[in-house]
């Protein structure tokens, strides 16, 4: 059963350009979170979807950020036109399923991140 | 608002001897703890958690307490390894939500 997937492993990009990220769930997880963590930080929680919706993005900057988790294919963080202050690591965890409604919180797994320069 | 306090943000031992971490939160209505360990270049990996009808849960030298009331739970190593040389965040869920609020992290130092 693999882990979750993420690739790029390492991206850079210049300012101004943008950055793709992707992330395949572990093996019959339909839930994805993103997450960020600058150097020498924790994590910060960013958006949580599932598949062709978005559960809560209150994480994420209200410009050139943005997520999907399509019907089929793995989840993807975009961000445009990037700046230097996108640095990070970027990690996205899947869990089995949401107990929202049960309020007791589901096991997260995480990929190993992307790792973004931006020059 | 949201909030998870850690400490110490570093912490140094002696192999054997034992380490805590410990972690606050904000919300009464926080139900699940976990805790992540992460090494240099690498992803946060569990390593325990707890929910909130449990006071206590221990895997081999890990062990987590939880104490609704004080609304603290901590991290207890036993027999400390250098390879138990990490940053360890300790993370909580507030409400409903299903989203991880983490802790700033504690470099653990185990020295020989």
């Known amino acids: 059963n693999a882990g979750v997937m993420q690739n790029p492993r390492h991206l850079v990009r210049r300012r101004g350009q943008e950055a793709r990220l992707r992330c395949s769930p572990m093996?019959?997880?339909?839930?994805v979170y993103w997450y960020r963590q600058l150097p020498e930080e924790g994590l910060k929680f960013m958006v949580y979807?599932?598949?062709?919706?978005?559960?809560?993005e209150s994480g994420m900057p209200k410009e050139r950020f943005s997520a999907e988790f399509p019907k089929e294919g793995p989840s993807i963080l975009r961000i445009q036109q990037v700046v230097r202050g996108d640095s990070a690591a970027y990690f996205c965890?899947?869990?089995?399923?949401?107990?929202?409604?049960?309020?007791?919180?589901?096991?997260?797994?995480f990929g190993p991140g992307t790792r973004l320069l931006v020059l | 608002g949201e909030n998870v306090e850690q400490h110490p943000s570093t912490l140094s031992v002696q192999e054997g001897d034992s380490a805590v971490i410990k972690c606050t939160y904000s919300?009464?209505?926080?139900?699940?703890f976990p805790w992540y360990k992460q090494e240099l270049g690498k992803r946060p990996q569990l390593i325990i958690d707890?929910?909130?009808?449990?006071g206590e849960k221990k895997d081999q030298r890990i062990a987590v307490t939880l104490n609704k009331t004080a609304k603290h739970f901590s991290l207890h190593i036993t027999e400390t390894q250098p390879e138990d040389s990490a940053v360890y965040f300790c993370?909580?869920?507030?409400?409903?939500?299903?989203?991880?609020?983490f802790g700033t992290g504690t470099r653990l130092q185990v020295t020989l």
């Open positions: 965890a899947s869990s089995p399923l949401s107990t929202r409604k049960q309020g007791r919180g589901e096991t997260q797994y």
């Open positions: 919300d009464s209505a926080s139900n699940y």
């Open positions: 979807l599932q598949k062709e919706n978005i559960i809560d």
């Open positions: 707890i929910r909130s009808n449990v």
């Open positions: 993370a909580a869920t507030f409400g409903t939500a299903s989203k991880l609020t």
């Open positions: 093996k019959g997880h339909s839930h």
